[in-house]
T-cell receptor, first 113, second 114 residues
Framework: QKEVEQNSGPLSVPEGAIASLNCTYS??????FFWYRQYSGKSPELIMS????GDKEDGRFTAQLNKASQYVSLLIRDSQPSDSATYLC?????????????FGKGTKLSVKP | DTAVSQTPKYLVTQMGNDKSIKCEQN?????MYWYKQDSKKFLKIMFS???????INETVPNRFSPKSPDKAHLNLHINSLELGDSAVYFC?????????????FGNGTRLTVT
């Protein structure tokens, strides 16, 4: 069974704090990982992708990947109320070169002013 | 200049009816998808087409039939609608079927079956 697990939250952090969102996945052979942000009533939008072990930084966002632990996380520094949304972890679990993006159920983040 | 556009945005219909949702992308991508997001916000793949060919067909009732007239369009036809079909349906596209190709989503179609 191909699964992506996330804590559904809600995760509540004060403005300016670091928000830490976590995700685990079942397929050890997975090679590409994505974080999407979805505001209420809107479509998911890509915010980060990561393919190699370690950290990848983009502005206030840092994605961290540990393939041995089958774990991927997203850190949001200096959290803003506008970051309040549901964050979806997505892992590509396709066979061979074929993509098949499996989504977690999402973590709802609330940033309090 | 919307990248992935789907119509209609809202669809309210009665059980037993047949309805279609249309999707078009102008990104020049080769691969298009249909995802279903249920009331618990779980986003699940239904179908994937690459250059008009079906490549992913998850366990979806036969009442759902995708059609891709060309690589820029992927439509979804649903027969004999049931209450459980109520959800938001998202069309998406990616540059290729490759594992490193992220998805670009349309704005979604909220289907309500009464």
């Amino acid at each position: 069974q191909k699964e992506v697990e996330q804590n559904s939250g809600p995760l509540s952090v004060p403005e300016g704090a670091i928000a830490s969102l976590n995700c685990t996945y079942s397929d050890r052979g997975s090679q590409s990982f994505f974080w999407y942000r979805q505001y209420s009533g809107k479509s998911p939008e890509l915010i980060m992708s990561i393919y190699s072990n370690g950290d990848k930084e983009d502005g206030r966002f840092t994605a961290q990947l540990n393939k041995a632990s089958q774990y991927v996380s997203l850190l949001i520094r200096d959290s803003q109320p506008s970051d309040s949304a549901t964050y979806l972890c997505a892992v590509n679990m396709g066979r061979g070169s074929q993509g098949n993006l499996i989504f977690g159920k999402g973590t709802k983040l609330s940033v309090k002013p | 200049d919307t990248a992935v556009s789907q119509t209609p945005k809202y669809l309210v219909t009665q059980m037993g009816n047949d309805k279609s949702i249309k999707c078009e992308q102008n990104l020049g991508h080769d691969t298009m998808y249909w995802y279903k997001q249920d009331s618990k916000k779980f986003l699940k793949i239904m179908f994937s087409y690459n250059n008009k060919e079906l490549i992913i067909n998850e366990t979806v009732p036969n009442r759902f039939s995708p059609k891709s007239p060309d690589k820029a369009h992927l439509n979804l036809h649903i027969n004999s609608l049931e209450l459980g079909d109520s959800a938001v349906y998202f069309c998406a596209s990616s540059q290729s079927t490759g594992k490193n190709s992220p998805l670009h989503f349309g704005n979604g179609t909220r289907l309500t079956v009464t």
